[in-house]
């Protein structure tokens, strides 16, 4: 304890000293959280896991003389259900920035993976996600338009080529992304949107060398209540479609959506909601499930207390009725399956 105390009290000084020259800095946050989940009558099952966990996130910049910026952020792993005996460190990521542009290095998504937002359905190819290697990313806009492009660096070869590029031209907005996948098939996307009498509208168009996908999806806004719907025209798979409608006012959110897979004609659906109480209480609420035969359904229950000073209270109930499996996230935002008590700080 009062070596953790010393290392402590020597990270602050330090903090405040890089600080206080005006060209770098250090800052730390954290959070905290201990909380227990029982699954009894849960499934058949009965268990009770208690759980904590604890993590810092430090980020460092400097101001160098020539007006670029220099920054590194990581995040620390104190503790998670042990007692701090293996500390571990994640989420790296270097920047160099200046002007309209910058470079960045580490735990980053793919460009092209992260950015395109084409329209709901596609079976086409998704860019792929970036993998546990990290990668480099480069950023500039000009003349309204941002170019991004990153690659996978793994071994110290570059792979993986991803190209985003977006910008508006008059009353709609487009995107083009690119993936070069070495010896695979490239992956195109184009897409554009607009608004046009309140109603948005979006239109893409995705190839993989195999499968293409051409896809429209719309919302309108009909007072408090932003209705939408998409439909993806594949070449060899089978159409996708689905409606949803979104309600919020006040301190009332509920979203509900229908999506039917047109390769297997099952539909799925989802119900969830929220209410800010005013007194520091958040109910959350949501049923989730499928047309599928013998499918099972998801429902949850949860409120969250707000307790100051940056602490809540969470208390949760989650079920998907699958007797099989035990343990899995539930709902959005993700609780534990079955009954859980959560108390977390934030520092």
Known sequence: MKSTLLTTTALVAFAGAAAADGHSSIGFSGEAALGVTSTTGVNDTETTDLYWDASIDVSMSAELDNGITASADFGINVVDSNLGEAVSTSDYVLSISGGNSSLSFGDIENVAEDNFGGADGSTATGFTEAGDEPVLAGSTTFGG?????????????????????????????VELGYEDRGTADAIVGVAASGTFANATVTGSYVTDGTETSTGIELSYPVGAVTVGGYYSMNDVAEDNMGVSADYEAGA?????????????????YAIEGSYDMGNGLTVNAGVLGSDATGANTTTYLAGTYDLGGDASLLMSYATDGDAAALGEDLGDPEY????????????
Not at 147 to 167: C, K, P, R, T, Y
């Open 145 to 173: 338009f941002t170019a991004q492009v990153s690659f996978n660096a793994d071994n110290d070869d570059l792979s993986n080529m991803q190209l985003h590029v977006a910008g508006d031209l008059g009353a709609a907005s």
């Open 252 to 268: 009332i959110s509920v979203s509900a959506s229908y999506d039917m897979d047109g390769g297997t004609d099952v539909g799925s």
């Open 336 to 347: 534990n399956e079955g009954l859980t008590v959560e108390v977390s700080f934030a520092f």
